[in-house]
C-alpha cells in the first residue's frame, strides 16, 4: 500500500499557449508566444513585463475573455470558459469600471448576486469586505463619485466576494496611495495565508519582489525567466562599494578590472567581484583621493536582473536581424 | 437563473437612475397629456386625432429611450471593461446577454406602459361621454410589444457594433420594417429587386404594430390583430437573441 501522498496540482496550467491578433492589411501581432506556466495552490505569482508584454493578454486567456490562438490553459482543472471553474476565481482588472449610478455595497452585492449567493449570505460577505477594503462608512457614495482609490478597492472587494481560491490581479495597487497599496499588500499576504492563490500582473518589480513566490518576466509576448524569486535574485559574492569624488581615470580603471559602474544614484557605485581583491580597490580609492562611502554585499534586485533579461534577449535579437 | 435576474435588476436599477432619461419621460408624459391642446386643428376629427398622435407618441418616445439605454448596453460595457469582471464570475455569456435584454426591455415597456395610462386617461376624459373604445386600449396594447421587438434588434446590433452604429442599424431596421411590404412590390434590376426581396424577407414587419389605421378608418380592431403581433414580437425575440448569442459567443474582448 502507497503512502505516498499526491501531488499538487496546479491551480493554472498554460501549455504552449500563443495569441496573435489580425490587423489591418493583413498584418499580424503576436501578443503571446508558447507560454508554458504553471502557478501551484497558495503561492503568490507574479507575471512581470514591460507594457505589451503579454501580461494582460494571458490574463484575458485564463479568463476566456479571448481565445487561443495555438496551446491551452485550465484553470482550477477547468476550461477557462467554463462557469464551474468560475466559481472559485475572483478577478480584479487594472482600473476597474462598475455601473456608474450604483454605490459601492449595490456593486458588491450585484457581483454576489451573479455568483447565485443567497441573500443573507451575501449580505455576512458584504459586511466583512467592505470592512476589510476600508469602505464600511463610504459603502453610499456612487461609483461616479468615488475616487480612483476607492474603486480599486471595491474592485478588490468585488473581486472576492465569491470567497474564490484563486484571485487574479491586473496591476493591483495602480492609481492607490502608500497606505492603500500598503494595505493591498499586507491583503495579498493575508489572501496566502488564508490558503488561496494569487495571480497578479504588475510592471511594478519592486512590488512584485516584496510579496511574491514565484515570478514569470514576459517580454514580447515571450517568457524570459520563471522561478521562485529567491532562485531569481540568487545569492552572488559580488561586493557592492560606495564611493564619492572618484575620478573618471580611476572609474575608467575599475572598468578595465571588470568591475561593474551603477551611476545611477549621487556616488557611484562600484559592482566588484570576487576576483578584484578588496584590500588593493580600497587601496586604489585613497590614492585617487576619492572617498569611500560604505562597502555591501551585493544584492540583486528584480529590476536588475528583469533589465538584464531583456537587455539579453534585445542583443540576442539585433543578431538574428543581421543573420536575417 | 439567478445570474439573468441579477443582471437584468441591475440594468434596470442602472437604467431608472439615469437621469436624461427621467428627462424624456418626463417630457413624453407631457407631450402626450397636451395633445388636446391641438386637437382644435382637426376639427370634427378630433378622436383620431388624439388616437394618432398619441399613440405615435407612445412609439417615438419608446423607441427613444430604447436607443438611449440601448447605445449603452454592451458596447459601453465592453469600452468600460465592466464586462471582463462580469465574465469573470459564474456567467455565461448568454446569461449576460439575455439579462441585458431583459432589463432594459424591461424599462422601455415600463416607460411605454406609463405613457400608455396617461394616454388612455386624456382619451377617457375627452370622450368618457360617447363611452370607452375599447379598440383604443387594443391599439396601445401592442405597442409595448413593438419596443420589445426594437429592444432586440438593439441588443443583437450591439453584441457585435459601436454606439453609434447600434444606433444607425437599429433605427434603419425600424424604418425598413415599416415599409417592408413595399419593399417586396417595388421594381428594378433583378439584383435590386432580389436584394429588397432579401431586406423585406430578414426584418420583422413593425407595421404589424400599428393599429392606428384600422383605428383610422373607422374599423374594428380585430382580436387577432392584437394576439398576432404580440406572438410574433416574441417569435422574433427568440430568433434575434438567438442570432446575437452566437455573435456574442465568439467575440473577444
Excluded at chain 1, 123 to 148: D, F, H, I, N, P
Excluded at chain 2, 74 to 97: A, D, M, N, W
Excluded at chain 2, 172 to 200: E, P, Q, R, Y
Amino acid at each position: 500500500m502507497s503512502t505516498a501522498s499526491a501531488a499538487p496540482q496546479p491551480v493554472v496550467t498554460c501549455v504552449g499557449l500563443t495569441k496573435t491578433y489580425r490587423l489591418a492589411l493583413g498584418h499580424e501581432l503576436t501578443a503571446l508566444s508558447g507560454l508554458n506556466l504553471e502557478v501551484m495552490p497558495r503561492e503568490i505569482f507574479g507575471i512581470v513585463g514591460p507594457n505589451g508584454s503579454g501580461k494582460t493578454t494571458t490574463l484575458k486567456l485564463l479568463l476566456g475573455l479571448i481565445f487561443p490562438t495555438a496551446g491551452y490553459c485550465t484553470v482550477l482543472g477547468h476550461h477557462p470558459r467554463s462557469p464551474q471553474g468560475k466559481e472559485s476565481i475572483g478577478f480584479m482588472p487594472e482600473g476597474p469600471f462598475f455601473y456608474q449610478h450604483l454605490n459601492g455595497q449595490e456593486v458588491i452585492e450585484f457581483f454576489g448576486q451573479l455568483c447565485g449567493m443567497p441573500k443573507a449570505l451575501l449580505r455576512e460577505r458584504t459586511e466583512t469586505l467592505l470592512s476589510l477594503v476600508g469602505m464600511s462608512a463610504r459603502r453610499r457614495v456612487v461609483m461616479s463619485q468615488c475616487s480612483k482609490g476607492m474603486v480599486q478597492r471595491i474592485g478588490l472587494a468585488a473581486a472576492m466576494v465569491n470567497d474564490p481560491s484563486l484571485i487574479m490581479m491586473d496591476e493591483p495597487t495602480s492609481g492607490l496611495d502608500p497606505i492603500g497599496t500598503r494595505e493591498i499588500k499586507d491583503l495579498i499576504l493575508e489572501l496566502r495565508e488564508q490558503g488561496k492563490t494569487v495571480l497578479l500582473c504588475s510592471h511594478l518589480l519592486e512590488q512584485v519582489q516584496e510579496i511574491c513566490d514565484r515570478v514569470a518576466i514576459l517580454h514580447r509576448g515571450e517568457l524570459l525567466r520563471v522561478g521562485r524569486v529567491e532562485d531569481i535574485l540568487a545569492p552572488v559574492d559580488d561586493t557592492e562599494v560606495v564611493v564619492g569624488g572618484a575620478s573618471a581615470e580611476f572609474l575608467a580603471q575599475c572598468k578595465e578590472m571588470g568591475i561593474r559602474i551603477d551611476t545611477a544614484k549621487r556616488d557611484p557605485t562600484l559592482v566588484v567581484p570576487p576576483s578584484v581583491p578588496l584590500f588593493d580597490l580600497i587601496q586604489a580609492i585613497q590614492k585617487d583621493g576619492a572617498r569611500l562611502v560604505a562597502v555591501n554585499r551585493f544584492r540583486e534586485t528584480l529590476e536588475t536582473v528583469f533589465l538584464r533579461s531583456v537587455a539579453a534577449v534585445g542583443q540576442t535579437d539585433s543578431v538574428r536581424g543581421e543573420h536575417d | 437563473m439567478s445570474a439573468i435576474k441579477a443582471m437584468a435588476l441591475a440594468s434596470i436599477r442602472e437604467a431608472t437612475r439615469m437621469r436624461a432619461l427621467h428627462i424624456v419621460l418626463v417630457f413624453a408624459v407631457v407631450a402626450i397629456a397636451a395633445v388636446r391642446v391641438f386637437e382644435a386643428y382637426s376639427p370634427g376629427e378630433e378622436a383620431k386625432f388624439i388616437i394618432d398622435t398619441g399613440i405615435n407618441l407612445i412609439r417615438l418616445f419608446g423607441l427613444l429611450s430604447g436607443l438611449m439605454l440601448g447605445a449603452m448596453l454592451i458596447p459601453t460595457e465592453i469600452e468600460r471593461k465592466t464586462i471582463h469582471v462580469i465574465l469573470s464570475k459564474p456567467v455565461t455569456r448568454g446569461q449576460f446577454l439575455v439579462g441585458k435584454f431583459l432589463g432594459a426591455s424591461a424599462v422601455v415597456v415600463g416607460s411605454a406602459l406609463v405613457m400608455g395610462a396617461v394616454f388612455l386617461a386624456v382619451y377617457f376624459h375627452r370622450f368618457h361621454a360617447s363611452g370607452f373604445n375599447v379598440d383604443v386600449l387594443k391599439a396601445t396594447l401592442v405597442v409595448p410589444f413593438e419596443l420589445m421587438l426594437f429592444m432586440a434588434i438593439v441588443t443583437f446590433a450591439s453584441t457585435f457594433s459601436s454606439q453609434i452604429f447600434v444606433i444607425i442599424f437599429a433605427v434603419s431596421a425600424w424604418i425598413l420594417g415599416h415599409v417592408n411590404d413595399f419593399l417586396g412590390i417595388l421594381k428594378g434590376s433583378a439584383l435590386t429587386t432580389g436584394i429588397l426581396h432579401v431586406v423585406g424577407a430578414i426584418i420583422p414587419h413593425f407595421d404589424m404594430f400599428d393599429l392606428t389605421r384600422p383605428l383610422m378608418m373607422g374599423d374594428p380592431v380585430a382580436t387577432e390583430l392584437v394576439w398576432k403581433p404580440i406572438v410574433y414580437a416574441l417569435g422574433w425575440v427568440a430568433v434575434i437573441l438567438s442570432f446575437g448569442y452566437l455573435v456574442f459567443n465568439e467575440r473577444e474582448f
